[in-house]
């Protein structure tokens, strides 16, 4: 029987429930940063096996009746990390990377939106300093502290760590909110300066989690 832990390859192609509806699953596309979900789509065998083959989310057009790349107009593909099937092999979890909106409405979500915020808008955050750093806008904080070098973000992380610190004892609940959104935030800046994110800070608390439980 096939670990259903472990992400879809092509060879898995034949196990699924493709009978079930006329040859098409159902896609759930989650952003595998933030957690959130951006689309649903359609899936036949030759468009799973395109997706696995190119890493691009691709699809079956019930519209247009042909492979639908998502992207292939707008630019704005799903770069994919990993499939799964539920327990009844007639549904997928497509856990992929966006590049720009993924409605074509010009929304993250095609789901209500932008999306509520909660802790998985980190991940946006940390998109959003990379954009930052990548563009150098004169005009941006961001991009100027990151071009200060690591000493100065550094020190902001040092300088906001005490602010929350003191916060704590002086201030209301709502005041240690904006310390923390503070700190959060040059925190984020300076994983970007270091090359990690959020994501392997997580994989640590679950490894530590996991090794007490």
């Known amino acids: 029987m096939r670990d259903r832990n472990a992400p879809l390859t092509p060879a898995d192609l034949g196990t699924l429930a ?3 509806m006329d040859g098409l699953l159902p896609a759930v ?3 595998r940063a933030s957690g959130r979900l951006l689309m649903l789509g359609y899936m036949n065998r030759d468009a799973l096996a395109a997706t696995l ?3 691009l989310a691709t699809f079956w057009s019930r519209s247009k009746q042909r492979l639908w790349q998502k992207g292939e107009t707008s630019g704005n593909h799903l770069r994919v990390a990993a499939i799964h099937e539920d327990c009844d092999a007639d549904a997928l979890l497509v856990l992929a990377d966006p590049k720009g909106p993924t409605c074509h409405l010009g929304t993250t979500s095609c789901f209500g939106g932008e999306g509520p915020a909660g ?3 980190l ?3 940390a ?5 930052r750093a990548e563009t150098g806008e004169e005009t941006s904080y961001t991009a100027r502290l990151l071009a200060e070098g690591l000493p100065r973000i550094a020190q902001k992380v040092g300088e906001e760590g005490v ?3 003191l916060a704590a004892v002086t201030r209301d609940a709502a005041g240690c ?3 923390t959104a503070d700190l959060l935030y040059h925190l984020t800046v300076l994983m970007q300066a270091k090359g990690f994110g959020w994501a392997e800070v997580i994989e640590v608390l679950r490894r530590r989690h996991s090794s007490k439980s």
């Open 177 to 179: 909110a904006e310390e």
């Open 53 to 55: 083959e190119t890493g």
């Open 119 to 121: 802790p998985g808008w």
């Open 18 to 20: 493709w009978d079930k």
């Open 29 to 31: 596309v989650q952003d």
């Open 123 to 125: 991940a946006d955050l």
């Open 163 to 165: 602010e929350i610190a």
């Open 127 to 131: 998109r959003i300093v990379a954009d």
